[in-house]
């Protein structure tokens, strides 16, 4: 896990959804640079989570920190302001915009910047030739291209992103994690990841986070957790050789 | 990254079918009519009356697929609008009384201007107070919604009474133009050129502005609107309030079109405006406009036809449209 004050933390967060009580005393702390992955199985709560801190479902106890702010009860908008960056589990892509017109939408501050546009088209060349169709034209991994495109076309402090590799072809992921890769390497930006593929989470975190019943119930640095096998079998339920 | 010699783009959906469908019904109606200039006076006729539906019916399919709200309380700023209007007609008569179509034009606009601005104040006011409590929750919707509605209509009643009131046209649009056989009303063409402008104005933002892409963007996901950093409610208040101004335009067109005011006006126009806002696909301008059309053509149609069966042709025209489209022409929202 990298140095320095978190920029983001959880403490006691409970979240209510309807009568559902999903998230019980979520603790989390999202160091400042790096990638953070949080696992868990389907139902663990990791969605919620994610959502809890985009404001989107609001915490019922507890507080949601980010970079020296309480933004617990703040508006989805002003989180995002805020400079958190969200690609949620369905993509949120608008199919009936074009590319273009996705990526337009998402930089607030004015005109796309030019290098920027040039250094993501280098992440993801598909999303070049496909700039001015709808984006309902577009398979799935592009997609998801698209949607991670839109939160890093401009500089934010910090990314969420949920499953970016659901569904997605094995030939897609690799291109998701060299994407990952150099966004890492390119910029300073803080990136909590939502997963489920843990070779994916293996190859590409910093940190890792272990929810179970709407709980965190592991943190640690992700090389330890993915050298003991023992340890992801008790977490997670899962051997790595079984594991895609 | 260039494109490769082989690679090919798939193509952009076009989906023109819904376009067609105005077209084709009017060729197939020539037949049955018999006669050209009665088809052609019944066509215009249609196309003016669903350019008005038109306008009140836009706004309405925005705040429908933009924020979920069903506002039934929309037909009442129909009536305003016109209600608005004739309070300002006395001030203008000279210029509607002039011989004169720029004179006469700039009365219309006047009246415009005017019902516009008091639907659209009287829109956020609607907004802030009556539909802002009640977001996400359907059932109260409509209960307060209606409720506005009926208050709306009452405080008219009480204010210009309850029967109905002439609102003579500009002198330069009374009568009609003949091209041989063929008679237009003045006014229809009038009726079609304002609707024409509001359609074009309507692209024009939502597909060339940022506004507009907001807009459109909100209409489909408006939760990932916000996780973009943009306060979707703000958003709609502005797009309530052009709804009502546009329903208010709509009321002084309408009052034009009838050549009077009732204050049951904006209860007529509104279920044509839903019927419309369906046929269209909810949060579709394109849509909404080609549903109007076919709803005032096909009005038109089955009136001149078989009369018996006027009343009942939208409801059956909504019904074959959504056995074909069961989310109508050109639905937007995945809802």
């Known amino acids: 896990m990298s140095d320095g004050a978190p920029l983001l933390s959880l403490t006691g967060v409970n979240t209510h959804i309807g009568p559902y009580h999903i998230l019980q005393g979520v603790d989390l702390e999202v160091r400042r640079g790096g990638l953070t992955m949080l696992l868990g199985r389907n139902g663990a709560g990791k969605t919620t989570t994610l959502r809890t801190i985009m404001g989107m479902w609001h915490a019922s106890a507890g507080n949601v920190r980010f970079d020296d702010a309480d933004i617990t009860a703040w508006a989805t908008p002003d989180i995002a302001r805020a400079g958190i960056a969200y690609v949620p589990e369905n993509m949120g892509i608008f199919a009936d915009l074009t590319v273009r017109e996705n990526l337009l939408l998402a930089a607030r501050s004015g005109p796309i910047d030019d290098a920027r546009l040039r250094w993501i088209f280098g992440l993801f060349p598909a999303l070049e030739k496909f700039w001015p169709l709808t984006a309902g034209v577009l398979s799935g991994g592009q997609k998801q291209m698209l949607s991670i495109a839109r939160a890093i076309i401009e500089p934010r402090k910090l990314f969420l992103i949920d499953e970016p590799t659901k569904g997605l072809a094995p030939a897609i992921i690799g291109n998701i994690i060299a994407a990952f890769s150099e966004l890492k390497k390119s910029t300073d930006t803080t990136i909590l990841v939502v997963e489920q593929n843990f070779l994916f989470a293996k190859s590409l975190g910093d940190a890792v986070a272990v929810m179970d019943n709407g709980r965190i119930v592991h943190t640690g640095a992700m090389a330890e957790l993915a050298a003991d096998r023992d340890l992801q079998h008790r977490l997670l339920g899962l051997h790595l050789d079984q594991h895609q | ?335």
């Open chain 2, 1 to 335: 990254m260039s494109a490769g010699k082989t690679f090919k783009l798939p193509a952009r959906r076009r989906d023109i079918a819904p376009l067609l469908l105005v077209p084709l019904l009017a060729l197939a109606a020539l037949p049955l009519i018999g006669s050209f200039s009665t088809w052609v006076t019944l066509t215009l006729a249609g196309v003016a009356m669903g350019m008005i539906i038109f306008i009140t019916a836009s706004g309405l399919t925005l705040v429908f697929g933009l924020m979920d709200v069903l506002n039934f309380g929309h037909g009442a700023f129909i009536s305003i609008g016109a209600y608005a209007a004739i309070v300002l007609v006395p001030l203008v008569s000279g210029l509607m009384q002039a011989d004169s179509i720029a004179a006469n034009l700039g009365a219309l606009m006047a009246l415009i201007a005017i019902a516009m601005l008091v639907t659209g104040v009287l829109g956020y006011a609607f907004e802030r107070i009556i539909v802002m409590p009640v977001y996400g929750q359907p059932l109260k919707q409509i209960l307060v919604t209606v409720g506005g509605m009926i208050v709306a209509e009452q405080l008219i009643i009480a204010i210009f009474g309850p029967v109905q009131i002439v609102l003579p046209l500009p002198t330069a649009f009374r009568g009609s133009l003949v091209f041989g056989d063929v008679a237009v009303e003045r006014y229809r063409l009038i009726a079609v050129a304002v609707g024409l402008v509001i359609f074009a104005a309507m692209l024009l933002v939502l597909n060339r502005t940022r506004l507009g892409l907001l807009i459109r963007a909100g209409v489909e996901n408006g939760e990932m609107v916000e996780a973009l950093g943009y306060h979707i409610r703000r958003l709609f208040v502005g797009v309530f309030v052009a709804g009502s101004a546009l329903a208010g335009l709509g009321g002084v067109m309408w009052g034009f079109y009838r050549e009077a005011l009732t204050p049951r006006m904006g209860m007529d126009v509104m279920v044509l405006a839903f019927i419309v806002v369906v046929i269209g696909g909810l949060g579709s301008v394109g849509g909404c406009f080609i549903g109007a059309l076919l709803v005032a053509v096909t009005a038109n149609y089955a009136g001149f036809l078989a009369p018996k069966l006027a009343l009942g042709s939208n409801i059956l025209l909504m019904a074959l449209i959504l056995l074909w489209r069961s989310r109508g022409l050109y639905p937007v929202t995945r809802r």
